[in-house]
C-alpha cells in the first residue's frame, strides 16, 4: 500500500493536537475519547497481540444521528503526516476485532463497527476496496476547513467549521464470506 498520510503534521502529537481542536469546536456532534484502552475479542493465531489502544473514539451525538450515521461510535486512528497507511490500516482492522472500555461511571464494553486513519485522504483501487468491505476509511481536512471521513472514496461524514454535519449509513461492509 503506497499511500501516505497528508498534512503538515512533523509529529503524531502535532496531527493529534489539531484533530482535537477540531472535535472541541463540535461538542454538540460527539463525545470524545483519547488513548481508549481494550481487549481483543479474538486473538489471531500465532501472533503475539499486546492489547489494544486506540487513538480516539467519537460517541456521535443527536444530530450526527439524525443526519444519517447508523454505525455507532467511531474508531480513529492518528498518524504524523508523510507515511505509508498500510501498518495503520493493519492497527485499524485489529481495533475492528476489539472491544474498548470507556469510563462513564461504570465499565461499558464498546465495540467499533468503522474506523478512520486520520490524516489520510481517500483511498481507491484493491486497497480502498478492501478498507470499505473492512469499513476502514479515511479521516482529513479539506480545502474548506471540514473534516471529512470518508470510506471507500464515498463520503460517510463531513463536519463543516460552522459546526453542521452530513452523515450517510454506507451501504459496504455488509458481505462475509463467499462472493
Known amino acids: 500500500m503506497s499511500e501516505l498520510t497528508v498534512g503538515n503534521y512533523a509529529i503524531e502529537a502535532d496531527a493529534c493536537k489539531a484533530f482535537d481542536q477540531f472535535v472541541e469546536q463540535v461538542p ?3 463525545g470524545a475519547y483519547a488513548e481508549v484502552e481494550g481487549y481483543y475479542l479474538n486473538r489471531r493465531v500465532g501472533v503475539a497481540l499486546s492489547e489494544p489502544r486506540i487513538d480516539r473514539i467519537l460517541i456521535p451525538k443527536g444530530p450526527v444521528v439524525e443526519a444519517g450515521w447508523t454505525h455507532g461510535p467511531i474508531g480513529v486512528e492518528i498518524k504524523k503526516s508523510g507515511i ?3 501498518r495503520a490500516v493493519s492497527q485499524s482492522l ?4 476489539a472491544a474498548f472500555r470507556i469510563e462513564a461511571g461504570f465499565r461499558p464494553r464498546l465495540i467499533l463497527e468503522s474506523c478512520f486513519i486520520f490524516p489520510l485522504d ?7 476496496s478492501i478498507m470499505a468491505q473492512h469499513r476502514v476509511g479515511c479521516a482529513h481536512f479539506n480545502h474548506r ?17 460552522s459546526g453542521n454535519v452530513f452523515a450517510r449509513e454506507l451501504p459496504m461492509g455488509r458481505k462475509a464470506g463467499s462472493r
Open 145 to 161: 476547513g471540514s473534516l471529512v471521513f470518508t470510506v471507500g472514496g464515498m463520503r460517510a461524514i463531513e463536519v463543516y467549521s
Open 122 to 128: 481517500s483511498t481507491s483501487g484493491m486497497a480502498g
Open 28 to 30: 454538540h456532534l460527539f
Open 84 to 86: 505509508k497507511a498500510g
Open 94 to 97: 485489529d481495533y475492528l476485532n
